[in-house]
């Protein structure tokens, strides 16, 4: 009896074993390569998504929309505008820089501001390729240089600036909204330590070129007309009023500005 009960184990084992060869068998060359077989394994496998239907790592995405969407529109607003940093939608600004400019930036950032760097390095960095198209796409939807004023300042300051010459400056062309001195009006204050170590005088010079019209900041044409100066505002106005700005700055603030 006892005979008989080893004889079927081993018929088991032997089946078993017998079964797993045909099996592992099955799996090389006889029908097809590896590749082959787990090609049509995964085909008959349900819920498969189609090819256009899998999602891609971000780094192959080249639509400079999602892009911005993406990567952008958290600090530069949907569509370019209203958002905390400065828009990038601005016929003006584009006119005052170069594809170049922003290249760079988008790949180092800025050492002096917010703005980090989107370098593939980094997390969530762009590729070359990626900013390449990013940049292209910025200018060709909002560059529109149809309606540009005349004799815009250069977007570098080109001379060094005055502080007591901008104080004149800043009362007549800003002070109607921040104040004679920057201490607040409808616009809010200007003079203040957190408002101070939070912008660059880089940017400081670009806002008062451009002003910012999604909140309805004039441009150096529309703040300085409206003024009791009756005129555009000059490139060495703007060096003025920002050397100005600086000038109220802390140490401890001129520091954090700066950078290392």
């Known amino acids: 009896m006892n005979d008989i009960k080893v004889l ?33 394994f995964d085909d008959w496998m349900p819920g498969k998504p189609l090819e256009s239907e899998r999602e891609r790592p971000y780094a192959y995405q080249l639509n400079p929309e999602k892009i911005f969407a993406t990567s952008c529109s958290g ?5 370019g505008r209203l958002g905390p940093a400065p828009p990038l939608n601005d016929a003006l600004f584009l006119a005052i820089y170069k594809p170049e400019q922003m290249l760079e930036i988008l790949a180092g ?21 990626q900013r390449q198209v990013l940049v292209s796409s910025i200018w060709k939807r909002w560059s529109d240089r149809t309606d540009l004023p005349a004799n815009i300042p250069t977007y570098l300051q080109q001379t060094a600036g005055d502080a007591t010459a901008g104080k004149e400056i ?21 003079n203040t330590r957190g408002f101070l170590a939070l912008v660059s005088d880089q940017l400081l010079r670009r806002i ?33 009023v920002v050397a100005l700005m600086n000038a109220w700055r802390t140490g401890e603030e001129r520091a954090l500005v700066d950078g290392p």
Not at 23 to 40: H, K, W
Not at 114 to 119: E, I, Q, S, T, W
């Open 8 to 40: 079927g184990n081993l018929l088991g084992y032997f089946l078993v074993l017998t079964i797993g060869i045909v099996l592992l068998s099955g799996c090389g060359s006889a029908t097809g390569s590896d590749t082959e077989q787990r090609i049509t």
């Open 75 to 79: 600090c530069h607003g949907d569509e």
């Open 109 to 129: 950032g800025r050492s002096d501001g917010l703005m980090p760097a989107f370098d593939a390095g980094h997390v969530g960095g762009l590729t070359e390729q």
């Open 170 to 190: 800043f009362a007549a062309a800003c002070g109607s909204c921040h104040g004679e001195s920057g201490e607040g009006g409808s616009a809010g204050e200007l």
């Open 208 to 240: 008062m070129i451009t002003g910012r019209p999604d909140l309805g900041c004039p441009n150096f044409v529309q703040s300085g007309t409206a003024s009791s100066l009756k005129r555009p505002l000059s490139g060495n106005d703007i060096a003025n």
